[in-house]
């Protein structure tokens, strides 16, 4: 089906014809249309368009006026101010705008026009390392952002970059050669836990050993230049490490609700064999050049604390890669293989001065150019109750599995606290829980903007009221409650009746669901999805106090269409929750 065209685009439209008509030269201009308390929305662009064209601005607000029609989608419009429009929209084009977008599956939110193909790098672990709270952002974020876009009709490429190749791993692939069986597994299913045991445990020991043996130390190091070499042994157990880690990784997206597929998980190794070339033509072209016997690339507004230029290191002075390397060769191969028309990478803000000089001598290079937008979606960090980073009472990072876990354990109590009244059996409470749980994790990250730090209260999170995702669960099992409960009576939209101002304000923000959407989408702010969802959640509260529904029951045809209401906004919610990774139960 067709997109649906919001309320708001079709008066923006009306007042912009009505606007070229009354002044020639504004043709094609914004009338600022907003949401107002004053009337549903209010356009404000008369005022400064007045100026520049030397008119009265009320004189030209009154004349745009006399060449607007009412009655079918503008109920009533004014004049407020010294050139407000203050316009009200009848109710029949609300109910009648609404029933459309119910009519199909996408809610009738439009896909993108010009649609290209992003590549979103997100959820970089690393390997032969534990997953801990510094995880959680990159993973939810991006997670949410892949959703959204491909909801919009963009094609995505996922890209998790794992730290996987290194001087460490020449410690680890030699202690493991020397002992062979410390990767070995008690049956052929392996839990994550049980791999992330073992990869602990051996990392400690080739550690220690690394500290107290300088001949082993010596090993290791030569181990590292057969894994750059590709010395076959050395590589078929560096890969046992990479089997072995990935899962764990899989496990804990699982307990995330995410998917993560095999051909979506390229690392750092991916592009190993490209390294040399970028140099290469790095230095050639002149972008780069050898400072100290390194390849570095200057910037005028890069200096550090003593005033000298600090350089983005490609290559060190000893012929080692450093990140930059990596990036860099990743940008080609996504922008000349993959097609990308958009980079997104889903980073710690910390690393901001890091993808600036990546993406800047990309532009340089050539490999990023006018029709390729990269873009560092930039989150901050994760904060204990004190407001300080998240750790343990030891002063340990804190375990992303423990957490997640935790949080399910919360929310399984307060979903078993309402359970016997909705009729739950336990195998739902446990799964609700889970929904819950993770859920409530997701959108306490979701709902802040990204490049915000946040507080990590679990006890907050779970609450029932407040912007919680349990507090939007909820109101999408209470709809779903209330839609059972009707008996007979079916959602039917009845455009002809007189609406209640709950009814009204509902409505309105259900309509501007597909703008929320793209807008979401444009700015990388999967944040808008949430406050949108929370602000419809309490839009239906007091609908839903304000507004019979179900008892007592009201007249017929104001019962189907307040059910129509209902089930349009659990729609919405779903979708939106969906969006975000964000489970919906239909009973809690």
């Known amino acids: 089906m067709a997109s649906v065209p919001s309320l708001a685009s079709s008066v923006n439209q ?4 009505a606007l070229a008509s009354a002044l020639p030269e504004a043709g094609g201009a914004d009338p600022l249309l907003r949401r107002s308390d004053r009337a549903d929305f209010q356009a404000n662009g008369i005022l400064a368009l007045a100026k520049k064209a030397k008119a009265n601005p009320r004189e030209l607000a009154t004349t745009v006026v006399e060449g607007i029609p009412t009655g079918d989608l503008i109920q009533e419009i004014e004049v407020s101010g010294p050139g407000f429009l203050n316009i009200t929209i009848t109710d029949k084009a609300i109910i009648e705008t609404l029933a459309a977008r119910a009519l199909d599956d996408r809610l009738g939110v439009p896909l993108a026009q010009n649609p290209g193909t992003t590549v979103i790098d997100y959820a970089q672990p690393n390997v032969a390392k534990e997953m801990h709270v510094g995880h959680l952002r990159s993973a939810v974020i991006g997670a949410a952002m892949v959703e959204i876009l491909e909801f919009t009709g963009e094609k995505v490429v996922r890209r998790h970059h794992i730290g996987d190749w290194g001087t460490q791993f020449g410690m ?7 002992h062979p069986h410390e990767l070995d597994h008690k049956s052929d299913e392996v839990s994550g836990e049980e791999a992330m045991s073992n990869l602990n445990r051996l990392y400690k020991a080739s550690r220690a050993l690394f500290d107290s043996d300088e001949e082993f130390k010596t090993r290791a190091r030569a181990r590292v230049v057969d894994l750059q070499a590709g010395e ?5 157990l560096w890969q046992r490490f990479v089997d072995e880690s990935k899962i764990y990784f899989y496990s804990v997206f699982d307990k995330l609700d995410m998917d993560i597929q095999d051909p979506d998980v390229v690392g750092e190794s991916g592009y190993n064999d490209m390294l040399v070339e970028t140099c290469k033509l790095l230095e050639e072209s002149g972008v780069a050049v050898r400072s100290n016997g390194a390849l570095c690339v200057f910037f005028d507004d890069v200096k550090g604390p003593d005033g000298n230029p600090t350089p983005l290191i490609v290559q060190k002075s000893d012929g080692g890669f450093g990140y930059a390397a990596t990036d860099l060769s990743a940008i080609r191969d996504r922008v000349g293989n993959l097609g990308a028309t958009e980079l997104i990478y889903v980073v710690d803000a910390r690393q901001s001065l890091h993808f600036k000089m990546v993406f800047e001598t990309a532009r340089r290079a050539g490999w990023l150019n006018d029709g390729v937008k990269a873009v560092q979606l930039a989150f901050g960090t994760v904060l204990g109750k004190d407001g300080k980073p998240f750790k343990t009472r030891e002063g340990e990072t804190v375990r992303l599995v423990d957490l997640l876990d935790e949080a399910v354990e919360r929310a399984t109590a307060v979903v078993r606290e309402k359970a016997a009244k ?7 409470i446990i799964e609700n829980g889970q929904y819950v749980g993770i859920g409530a994790v997701k959108y306490a990250d979701l709902s802040t903007s990204a490049a915000r730090d946040y507080k990590f209260d679990l006890d907050q999170m779970v609450a029932l009221n407040g912007d919680t995702s349990v ?6 099992a209470r709809i779903k409650s209330i839609l059972r409960n009707a008996g007979d009576r079916e959602p039917v939209a009845h455009p002809e009746l007189e609406l209640a101002p709950a009814e009204r304000a509902l409505g309105l923000h259900l309509d501007q669901f597909g703008e929320l959407i793209a807008e979401a989408a444009a700015d990388h702010a999967p944040h808008k999805v949430a406050a949108y969802l929370y602000q419809l959640s309490s839009l239906f509260t007091t609908f839903y106090d304000q507004c019979p529904v179900v008892k007592p029951e009201p007249e017929l045809v104001v019962g189907e269409n307040r059910l129509f209401l209902c089930d349009l906004t659990a729609r919405t919610l779903t979708k939106g929750m969906s969006l975000l990774g964000i489970r919906t139960p239909e009973k809690l």
């Open 14 to 17: 009306r007042v912009a014809d």
């Open 172 to 178: 680890l692939i030699q202690y493991l050669l020397e």
């Open 232 to 236: 076959p042994e050395t590589l078929a």
């Open 422 to 428: 909705v009729g739950l059996t336990e195998a739902e």
């Open 471 to 476: 507090y939007l669960q909820y109101a999408y």
